[in-house]
T-cell receptor
Framework: DADVTQTPRNRITKTGKRIMLECSQT?????MYWYRQDPGLGLRLIYY???????NKGEISDGYSVSRQAQAKFSLSLESAIPNQTALYFC??????????????FGPGTRLTVL | EDQVTQSPEALRLQEGESSSLNCSYT??????LFWYRQDPGKGPEFLFT???AGEEKEKERLKATLTKKESFLHITAPKPEDSATYLC????????????FGAGTRLFVKA
């Protein structure tokens, strides 16, 4: 079984609808992240969480919200979806950083289309 | 401003034709530089972490190197299964947690 799972894998929705993307992990990592990927722009951080009680905004959090239900679960919500939120969304996890680095491990992604 | 730039955007090689991908970065206090491989429809897969200038790491046909301003991913005698997008990311050591990704290089290897 995959260490980081995302549901759904694909979703088509309409403008104004509320959407929730879910992420679960079995790696036992404390840190979880949500990114979106757009062609030519690379991965951009939406929100991140260092533990269940810690939620932080990333560089593009407007229009999104998150919930950390447990150490292993981190959900991303679009309260009122708009077409420019059409993108590939990735969840990632990491263990607390060593002195040197904090390697992130990614889920398979959710392709979201907003019509 | 912290920034990561990858070049070229796309690279087409014949099987066995060695080449290099470039990742140029500007960051306040480099903590680590990462290389990931991403196949179509999948999440990025971790390849390497480099911590300081002069460091090198190898994995099969891939070799990553690091200087104070850039990193190279050298691909020796590539095979079609090496076709993927290669992502570079840097993690800053100042201002708390921050990881910045480049846009990636799409590699196509033709048999």
């Amino acid at each position: 079984d995959a260490d980081v799972t995302q549901t759904p894998r694909n979703r088509i929705t309409k403008t104004g609808k509320r959407i929730m993307l879910e992420c679960s992990q079995t790696k036992g990592h404390d840190r979880m992240y949500w990114y979106r990927q757009d062609p030519g722009l690379g991965l951009r951080l939406i929100y991140y969480s260092f533990d269940v009680k810690d939620i932080n905004k990333g560089e593009i959090s407007d229009g999104y919200s998150v919930s950390r239900q447990a150490q292993a679960k981190f959900s991303l919500s679009l309260e009122s979806a708009i077409p420019n939120q059409t993108a590939l969304y990735f969840c990632a996890t990491s263990s607390p950083p060593t002195l040197a680095t904090d390697t992130q491990y990614f889920g398979p992604g959710t392709r979201l289309t907003v019509l | 401003e912290d920034q990561v730039t990858q070049s070229p955007e796309a690279l087409r090689l014949q099987e066995g034709e060695s080449s290099s991908l470039n990742c140029s970065y500007t960051v306040s206090g480099l903590r680590g530089l990462f290389w990931y491989r991403q196949d179509p429809g999948k999440g990025p897969e971790f390849l390497f972490t480099l911590y300081s200038a002069g460091e090198e790491k190898e994995k099969e046909r891939l070799k990553a190197t690091l200087t104070k301003k850039e990193s190279f991913l050298h691909i020796t005698a590539p095979k079609p299964e090496d076709s993927a997008t290669y992502l570079c990311a840097v993690q800053a050591g100042t201002g708390g947690f921050k990881t910045i990704f480049g846009a990636g290089t799409r590699l196509f290897v033709k048999a």
